[in-house]
Nanobody, 120 residues
């Protein structure tokens, strides 16, 4: 059994900051790539940022320079530091983890999502 759980969402004013956290737990041999995605009402889920085990990062153009993704491999945890938030960042944010459970089983897991609302 594997669980991926996000935390840290909430309501923030434009220009403010939030940090999201996501922890994977359970029967895990290795957590490979981790990432954050978001889905606004009426829109498709889109990539926000990803990070490899070695720390290589990738960002959507819309968040470059404002968001920072990081991870603690020993804790199977990924973070998303979001600065200078804009109303357009309002969405449900989902954590994704590519997890190897044993020699034969590797698959993607998703968290339940956490709401981020940017509004004055």
């Amino acid at each position: 059994q594997v669980q991926v759980v996000e935390s840290g969402g909430g309501l923030v004013q434009p220009g403010g900051s939030l940090t999201l956290s996501c922890a994977a737990s359970g029967t895990i041999l290795r957590v490979n790539n981790m990432g954050w995605y978001r889905q606004a009402p009426g829109s498709q889920r889109e990539l926000v940022a990803t990070i490899t085990v070695g720390g290589t990062t990738n960002y959507a153009d819309s968040v470059k320079g404002r968001f920072t993704i990081s991870r603690e491999n020993a804790k199977n945890t990924v973070y998303l530091q979001m600065n200078n938030l804009e109303p357009e960042d309002t969405a449900v944010y989902y954590c994704n983890a590519d997890i190897t459970r044993n020699f034969y089983l590797r698959q993607d897991y998703w968290g339940q999502g956490t709401q981020v609302t940017v509004s004055s």
